[in-house]
């Protein structure tokens, strides 16, 4: 019961795990498939070759075509999936700053966007957004990208802002729409951003974007069945949606249906292997089910793929704690201490988790003492 009240309260918490990724929620299918377009247009490449070989692979390619936006976007994506982050993102920017195939330099800089804000890092972020607007100048799309980033600098009225300038450019941009209702969201206007989120899902059926965008407000009002029912049918939507899998696995597993959350939440995980939200919430999930050491997998990932975020190192702590490591439990909690951007109050768990494992140490080095 323990397993699951920690896991409940961690899955409140996915939306701020997640303000990473609010960049661009597509932008790793993306790659993804982009990745898996590549593969399947090279004769000697195969699905089944290893990360590194692909690395390998896309290398050699870019190197033999260093202003390629193509050839550079291959070896950023293959580096990206061997989680290879710090010259992935490199590589992305070098793409978007090629001269050639400007929807792919696009592509390039909003991943690039993505695994900025991952890190934390404004300033880079932003520098990816003017790349993407200097790939397709009259397009909404950059600006939409300007939108999302925004949001995930917890800036919603630059958000709106941005939303707004490509809505000029394309009325019923679904994917600006969606974004503007996120901004409204964010100050408090739910009425608005249901009506946005609403003629977004007019201009696009088979976006899941803005069935998304209908949960959290659903989530918000507390109103459980039409969050389910949003959450459904954004993964109805569109069948390749790595978040819309997400949230609907969230929705389950908060209604008790383990079995459906771990099922659709394996499923975002393949959809979306870069996703570190994704990574987060299937090991939370896996540990409630007392799946302990695929949880710590899917934690480790997490924290691999999102270094600076602090949730998997909470959740990572919690589920040392219940295997009875409590050495490995107050390092992780450790970390989290260290990568949260404020101290936690006084009534947080991690406090009383350090406690215990502190006691628990000193307990077993007196022990070994006596002994």
Known sequence: MRGLALAAALLAGWAQAARAQAASP?????????????????????????????????????????????????????????????????????????????????????????????????????????????????DPAPFVLQAQVSLGLRDPAAAQSAARSALVRDAQDAAALSVLARAHLAQGKAGIAKLLAARAAKADPEDAEPRLVQAEIARIAGDPAAELAA??????????????????????????????????????????????????????????????????EQLLLAAKRAPGWPEPHLELARVKELEGDAKTALAEAKVFLRLSSKAPPAGHPIHALVQRCEETLRTRAQASVVQ
């Open 26 to 138: 597509a932008a790793g299918e993306h790659a993804r498939r982009l990745l898996d377009d590549a593969l399947l247009a090279s004769t000697p490449a195969r699905t089944t070759d290893a990360p590194q070989d692909l690395v390998t692979r896309f290398k050699a390619a870019a190197e033999a075509a260093p202003r390629s936006a193509p050839a550079l976007l291959d070896y950023a994506i293959a580096l990206d999936r061997a989680a290879n982050l710090d010259q992935a993102e490199a590589a992305y920017l070098a793409a978007a700053s090629a001269a050639d195939f400007p929807e792919l330099r696009f592509t390039a800089a909003e991943r690039a966007a993505s695994l900025a804000l991952d890190r934390g890092d404004a300033e880079a972020a932003r520098a990816a957004v003017a790349l993407a607007h200097a790939a397709l100048p009259d």
């Open 231 to 296: 959450a459904r049918a954004a993964a109805e939507a569109d069948e390749d949606s790595a978040p819309a899998a997400l949230a609907l696995g969230r929705a389950l597993f908060e209604r008790g249906l383990g079995a459906d959350a771990l099922e659709q939440l394996s499923r975002a995980a393949e959809l979306s292997p870069q996703a570190a939200a994704i990574r987060l919430a299937f090991g939370s999930v896996l540990a409630a089910n007392g799946q302990k050491a695929h949880a710590v």
